[in-house]
């Protein structure tokens, strides 16, 4: 059973082939570090830690992930050619009067104290930018060697014309991009949409190097194609990224790829969606900004992490105070289960369960596998939980049953981890027992019949608090958990 | 009131003057890593943490703290030149199968985790040397063009013979070095004291980068003179290190700093001295090698602080498990004399004390100012400890001075980071009112004088256990707090 991704280079759902055997090599473009981190990161790297986490324990792969941390190179103004503007961490240590490097040291553990506490996994590396200047020099010099870049006055530009089909990985016509007035009007650029590999420093510029075309800074594209390939080889599996990313930081990359090794890279270039806040794109002027660490003032990781997960990756998906409290309801919905599961101590030999649960893990790993659709890979779930519900309240699943319930529950949790197995074992104060719950109805029914409607609804809507639910029909009143 | 600083460069207790008004520049060697972090690492580092934090809070200096992390160069053999044998870094990778990156990944996290559980402060910068290659290749070019290093074969060593006076920092006589045997017989050295700038890598190395002498890597010392430079300027206040480190690092940073510079860079050298364990040295071969995860899980962090502190940072210290738990009973002892003072509300108009806490402010500042004699300034604390006791116990200590007390502990502790002020505000168990104290005192004498010794006795000891002890005279008994 393989699994299929979209790849944004053919627009078209792909069955994955690993280049190694059972080893996923992926790069995933990281933080530019200048500030706190916000939930449109942990929407892109939760997302990513799925991935990782569902090619680790369902698929069975080693992983190899590489995310970067950009420290230098990446402009104020990226919206089209990326090479305008003033550097991002520049500009802001300047204005706090702080060493850049100190800014990215203070904000790189800001970061991982953050992602660390929404639970996302690392990567097994986290290269710098800054820390690879010598390489990307390298990797200069060999493009301008094999005629893919150009130098004007201590600055390199990669020569778009070079690279025939430039444009086609973003849907990009090069004639077009010769009139999107969104490039700056560089007189050193030979057309319009070339960019920049190396920048020349003005002399108060603090991160800069020397280089055999004088002091400067790179250009931000390069250092994905240089340290991806770094760590990861002249090949590997999967490129991710957030949808703003495929142009120009990705299609430049594989321009660059192409400049130093003369052929692909890449195999699967996978690409999250925008995170919106109450319908807008989030942005610091428009007052709907929130870091994780705000966020989880409020709320908790795991009610992220079910949020982003119930939609799919590559569909936009809009934030709100009301959507996460209804990604909170769910998850303690699930971990009552969860309890009612480890508190099953019937042992008769029933098998009213398995279909349900083998058809559960099936559904669910083709949702996963059908280019990680998370929101049918829950839906698969819910079912479960109202099936196996109804069992519980018909006492028909059994200790063994459960245990499968919650060995595949537990092995969904190490993919989206937000469940609680460890809950208090001591009685809960709203646990209510079977017998209690039948005895409650019958009351109820009495009521009824006296038509003390009031008296009798009370005793619905208590006993709805906790967990049960109850339907009447022309046949009588039936009741299963929530 | 200045400070003085010994220093090593010179042998003697100097008047410590910074280049900038009131701001610190310093750098410390920092870790180089391929293991856990251990408590002969939180010896060095407490050490530095006091330092910085005392000429932060009471000398009034802003801080500029620089300490790196060694990710690659540093060579398994470093008693001698520490140009033999194997990279560490990729020594310690190659026997776990991982690339070396995610080594120093891996227990840089880890570092960064245990450093921050014993409260050790943060520097500005941390910077790696693997991310200053480029750096380090332009010092090479500049010695090489200054006629202080020669290539032989894709090395490029420092030549010794061209830095007049090199050995002197050490106290080391270059023709003694000469016979030195520990040096490795490297027929590529002119003088065997001669030590490695650039290393040519073998093939299969893979810490390695191109440069204009070929694929190698940096020989250790090279990065310490480049990153405290690059992140210092060509002059700074204090470099730091271990006294493990004056022979051969430090003196090769002098060398190679002169070599780029042709002046000095370093004005203040300090070096912390070695902490045995039982007796002896630590290592894993002996059995008594110590990570501060093992230390943390039996013992506080404030213990390992006071324990550390109470000697001096250039004396070696003997950790045993029996000082470490007299450093518990010492902080005890002064969160309960703290828990004490906040108690305090007696408003009269008294001013016992005054002279007492004036003295104390005094002897520590002076204690601290004469090289962090840190010993002597405990002293002043525990001298203060005593004559409040004495004064709460006679009721003498008034609101306001208990008030001046907390503030100075405050103060102190700004630096030492030892005591605890946010104590349980409920009422404490052990707690003992004076009355009461006064009257089984009362009590006790009684029993005496019917000669039930050991009635008496049992006083005596519960007393003692709440923390007031009891002196016998011909006068009678008084009593104070422990």
Not at 13 to 20: D, G, Q, R, V, Y
Not at 52 to 79: A, E, P, Q
Not at 324 to 334: F, P, T, Y
Not at 362 to 367: C, G, I, S, T, V
């Amino acid at each position: 059973m393989a699994i299929k991704l979209y790849n944004t280079a053919t627009r078209k759902k792909e069955t994955f082939k690993s280049i190694l055997p059972n080893t996923l090599k992926i790069y995933v473009c990281g933080v530019t570090i200048y500030d706190d981190v916000h939930i449109g990161h942990a929407f892109s790297y939760i997302n990513y830690d799925i991935l990782v986490n569902y090619f680790k324990h369902f698929l069975g792969y080693d992983i190899v992930y590489v995310r970067n941390i950009t420290d230098v190179g990446h402009l104020t103004d990226d919206s089209a050619g990326g090479d305008s503007g003033e550097d991002k961490v520049e500009k802001r240590a300047t204005e706090r009067k702080m060493h850049p490097m100190e800014l990215v040291y203070t904000y790189s553990h800001r970061m991982w104290k953050y992602f660390d506490a929404l639970n996302i996994s690392r990567p097994n590396l986290e290269p710098c930018a800054s820390a690879h200047i010598l390489e990307m020099q390298e990797w200069i010099k060999k493009m301008l060697n094999n005629g893919f870049a150009y130098e004007v006055n201590g600055n390199i530009y990669y020569d778009i014309s070079k690279f025939k089909g430039y444009g086609k990985f973003a849907n990009k016509n090069i004639d077009e991009l010769e009139k999107d007035t969104r490039f700056e009007n560089d007189k050193n650029k030979r057309h319009p949409a070339d960019f920049a590999l190396w920048i020349k420093a003005r002399p108060e510029h603090i991160l800069k190097w020397t280089s055999p075309w004088g002091e400067g800074y790179p250009g931000w594209h390069l250092e994905c194609s240089v340290m991806s390939t770094k760590y990861l080889g002249d090949r590997f599996d999967i490129h991710g990224g957030g949808i703003e990313h495929i142009f120009p930081h990705h299609q430049n990359e594989i321009a660059q790829n192409y400049g130093y090794y003369q052929h692909d890279v890449v195999n699967y270039w996978v690409h999250t969606a925008m995170l919106m806040v109450d319908g807008k794109k989030m942005g610091k002027s428009l007052g709907n900004f929130i870091t994780i660490e705000e966020f989880l003032k409020k709320h908790s990781a795991e009610s992220l992490r079910y949020l982003f997960s119930s939609g799919h990756y590559r569909k936009p998906q809009n934030y709100t105070e009301s959507s996460i409290m209804d990604a909170e309801v769910a998850i303690e919905r699930i971990n009552n289960f969860i309890k009612r599961l480890q508190e099953i101590d019937n042992d008769r030999d029933t098998s009213y369960a398995k279909e349900i649960i083998d058809n559960t893990i099936e559904n669910f790993k083709n949702a996963m596998n059908d280019d990680l659709n998370t929101p049918s890979a829950w839906a698969s779930i819910w079912f479960l939980v109202k099936e196996a519900n109804r069992l519980i309240g018909n006492n028909q699943l059994t200790k063994e049953e459960a245990n499968s319930v919650l060995d595949f529950l537990q092995k969904v949790n190490l993919v989206f981890k937000v469940f609680n197995f460890e809950q208090a074992t001591t009685k809960d104060k709203n646990k209510i027992q079977r017998a209690e719950i039948e005895e409650l109805i019958q009351k109820r029914n009495e009521l009824r019949k006296q038509k003390k409607w009031e008296e009798a609804d009370l005793i619905r809507l208590n006993l709805e608090k906790k967990g049960v639910l109850l339907s009447d029909s022309p046949s009588g009143t039936s009741w299963h958990y929530e």
